[in-house]
T-cell receptor, first 113, second 113 residues
Framework: AQTVTQSQPEMSVQEAETVTLSCTYDTSESDYYLFWYKQPPSRQMILVIRQEAYKQQNATENRFSVNFQKAAKSFSLKISDSQLGDAAMYFCAYRNTGNQFYFGTGTSLTVIP | NAGVTQTPKFRVLKTGQSMTLLCAQDMNHEYMYWYRQDPGMGLRLIHYSVGEGTTAKGEVPDGYNVSRLKKQNFLLGLESAAPSQTSVYFC????????????FGPGTRLTVL
């Protein structure tokens, strides 16, 4: 069974600084997809970034980028130039080819003005 | 274009009562999903559907039933609610392939007394 682990329940970052959220996963599959979702207090889940396992190049979306280490089964999220609106719960998620999704337990990010 | 909507937003049930949660999407998505989110845990997939008239079990399907009679609607039923089903329920949809982005609804907070 696939598992997703986020070892940092809480993180904080100074506004305009950079923060990295960690995620590791366990799988025996070679083809899969990884995602980072943001959940603000409104509870709506918002996709931040996604990565296909077969792609070696790390995905980037504006201030958000990932460090995907397939051999180490690691998928960290880097947020650059942090803004107050980045404060939220962040979830790492794994999706296999069988269309099953597995989420981590989340990291609560606080942005300090 | 309302995206993904969920009805109701809040509900309180007594043990043994039944209810149905409705998820609707107006994006012509093929895939729809039901998740539950519990404190200290990530989202867990209950059931999903890859098209009208089809459903499949996710990670935690026990105690729930689903139906997808229309492409735009995905119903989650609790036949005999239990306190362990107290949770926040999220519906999501995606276009077709597993690389497509999941769009989430705003969630339903269910309390079973």
């Amino acid at each position: 069974a696939q598992t997703v682990t986020q070892s940092q329940p809480e993180m904080s970052v100074q506004e305009a600084e950079t923060v990295t959220l960690s995620c590791t996963y366990d799988t025996s599959e070679s083809d899969y997809y990884l995602f980072w979702y943001k959940q603000p207090p409104s509870r709506q889940m918002i996709l931040v970034i996604r990565q296909e396992a077969y792609k070696q190049q790390n995905a980037t979306e504006n201030r958000f980028s990932v460090n995907f280490q397939k051999a180490a089964k690691s998928f960290s999220l880097k947020i650059s130039d942090s803004q107050l609106g980045d404060a939220a719960m962040y979830f790492c998620a794994y999706r296999n080819t069988g269309n099953q999704f597995y989420f981590g337990t989340g990291t609560s990010l606080t942005v300090i003005p | 274009n309302a995206g993904v909507t969920q009805t109701p937003k809040f509900r309180v049930l007594k043990t043994g009562q039944s209810m149905t949660l409705l998820c609707a999407q107006d994006m012509n998505h093929e895939y729809m999903y039901w998740y539950r989110q519990d404190p200290g845990m990530g989202l867990r997939l209950i059931h999903y559907s890859v098209g009208e008239g089809t459903t499949a079990k996710g990670e935690v399907p026990d105690g729930y039933n689903v139906s997808r009679l229309k492409k735009q609607n995905f119903l989650l039923g609790l036949e005999s609610a239990a306190p362990s089903q107290t949770s926040v329920y999220f519906c999501a949809s995606s276009y077709r392939t597993i690389t497509d982005t999941q769009y989430f609804g705003p969630g339903t907070r269910l309390t079973v007394l």
